[in-house]
């Protein structure tokens, strides 16, 4: 072999260092590149914009006094990219005292662990930057690494004054996730929590300090929102969706898996957790319950149609009305066609007896219109019109002639402004009063109560909107009527084959039966 060219091995060997020195080059001013080489296991997907948006303003701001806010949807790996942030700042020395705050101290504790673990036994981490791991203070609440950085976990509004590491106040605050539903269901919680964080937390960083703070807004008046709206601080709030519908995610996040989360949860959790736009449960126009806690509405079973007291049982007469909000459209991303059969007892309750929201054809949903009709025997039935949808009303009546069954159908106009002033004005004061019943075991009474209680910020609002046209067409029946008193002797019940419901049969007025 010639005198002094490289064997294999050293070759190999030189062509490594050479790898790991460019490597770690890069790795100490790239965030991106540290988190994606040294956790591969955390970071499997491509970052979307909105996590290379938080990364580069971590990177960039690190050691300038940075107040960094963002308000991102769960499950979008903002808890990791802080953690290996953490890690970067500490490795290539540019933080000392980096300090962690989440929900309780126990959530600290565990968030500083998975920091710990990395230092102790990720070998790639390990190889490039060394053995980290200290024979000093290495505990679960607060530890110190070889090249003096110290890590210490806190829980909210836990005393921050005076934290110390070698003279060194905390250079890094990281608070992540600070609330829970039980910290922030009063005005004083929130207000309590805000001046810790500002007089106390926010106080403690010396100049040049940073201040990250991260979570997903869970009341519409968080400390979160509250901090997001700082006018020195670069806050921004991310919702699962860009404006233009498409996932600010794709990645990891694909339209059918943001809807099957959305099936999963339901639209209000979902507003939350994913939207970062929580209900408001003070000014809700439909909310849950007052505050005694007794429920707005009524899940019905068919037992509960039976008059109280009766004997023998007779069932609820019902006058049944419907409304008609039509849209036709095989695409899954356009309005729903809707419709609601409605039931009104001589009370003036009302009595949710069946619904319909489907995208579908015109002949389709007219089909189901006068479905509904032989089921329900509906006294009148409106129908939203509008420049686009008058001939529907057409074809309805035409197939009502030739099918030998009819019913009064008439144009339900939007009189009261807006349609937000229409659902608001028309359901409201049903939904304060207590007269609305919604049967408990339909297919569509989870989607018509999200849309309750979402409204005005759901993804659809068609079940309610439908709803809200009905105090324009129904009338209660007059209880002591000899047409009441007639229709009552000739009621009888009915289990329907197809669904098993059991409800009061249709029973012709007086005069008119067809003729023999």
């Not at 600070?178 to 004083?188: A, F, Q, R, S, V």
């Not at 489907?358 to 089921?375: I, K, M, N, P, T």
């Not at 197939?399 to 608001?424: C, H, W, Y």
């Amino acid at each position: 072999m010639t005198q002094g060219l490289l064997t294999e091995d050293q070759a190999k060997a030189r062509l490594e260092a050479a790898k790991k020195r460019l490597r770690v080059v890069r790795a100490r001013e790239d965030l991106a590149y540290f988190l994606v080489t040294y956790f591969p296991d955390d970071f499997t997907n491509d970052f979307g914009p909105e996590q290379l948006d938080l990364i580069l303003k971590l990177q960039n701001g690190v050691g300038k006094g940075a107040r960094i806010v963002r308000a991102l949807p769960r499950e979008h790996g903002k808890t990791t990219i802080l953690q290996g942030f953490a890690i970067w700042c500490c490795v290539t020395d540019r933080k000392k005292f980096p300090a962690v705050v989440c929900e309780e101290r126990g959530k600290s504790i565990l968030w500083l662990t998975w920091v710990r673990e990395h230092l102790e036994s990720n070998d790639a981490l390990r190889d490039d930057f060394g053995d980290l791991v200290s024979t000093g203070t290495w505990g679960k609440e607060t530890f110190v690494t070889s090249n003096g950085c110290r890590f210490i976990a806190r829980g909210p509004k836990t005393s921050v004054r005076g934290l110390k590491h070698r003279n060194q106040r905390p250079d890094l605050v990281i608070v992540d996730d600070l609330e829970k539903d039980d910290l922030i269901n009063t005005i004083e919680q929130r207000d309590l929590m805000e001046r810790w964080l500002k007089k106390a937390l926010l106080n403690i960083l010396p100049e040049g300090g940073d201040f990250v703070m991260i979570g997903t807004k869970i009341h519409h008046d968080s400390v979160l929102v509250r901090v997001l709206a700082y006018p020195s601080f670069d806050a921004k709030s991310v919702s699962v969706f860009n404006e233009d519908g498409t996932p600010t995610w794709p990645q990891q996040w694909s339209l059918i898996r943001i809807e099957a989360k959305r099936a999963e949860i339901g639209s209000e959790a979902f507003a939350t957790e994913y939207l970062n736009n929580p209900v408001d449960e003070v000014t809700a126009p439909f909310k849950r319950k007052d505050k005694g806690g007794t429920p707005y509405y009524h899940l019905y079973v068919e037992d509960d149609l039976i008059i109280p007291g009766s004997k023998p049982p007779k069932p609820r007469l019902l006058y049944n009305f419907a409304t008609i909000d039509p849209a036709w459209s095989g695409s899954k991303k356009a309005h729903w066609a809707a419709m609601q059969v409605v039931g009104v007892d001589e009370w003036g309750h009302l009595w949710i007896r069946d619904m319909f929201r489907e995208h579908c054809s015109e002949l389709d949903l007219a089909e189901a219109v006068l479905g509904f009709h032989a089921r329900w025997g509906i006294l009148v039935g409106g129908i939203e019109t509008v420049f686009n949808q008058r001939g529907f009303k057409q074809t309805i009546e035409e197939m009502m002639v030739k099918r030998g069954r009819s019913f009064e159908l008439r144009d339900l106009k939007a009189t009261v402004g807006t349609k937000d002033m229409r659902i608001r004005s028309g359901l409201i004061p049903i939904w304060e009063n207590r007269i609305l019943h919604i049967p408990a075991n339909h297919k569509h009474t989870p989607a018509l109560l999200d849309e309750f209680f979402t409204y005005p910020k759901g993804k659809s609002d068609d079940l309610i909107d439908a709803l809200a046209y009905i105090p324009q067409i129904y009338f209660v029946p007059p209880p002591e009527s000899e047409r009441l008193k007639e229709m009552r002797e000739r009621a009888v019940t009915v289990v329907d084959a197809t669904t098993g419901y059991v409800h009061t049969e249709s029973v012709p007025y007086p005069g008119d039966e067809e003729d023999d």
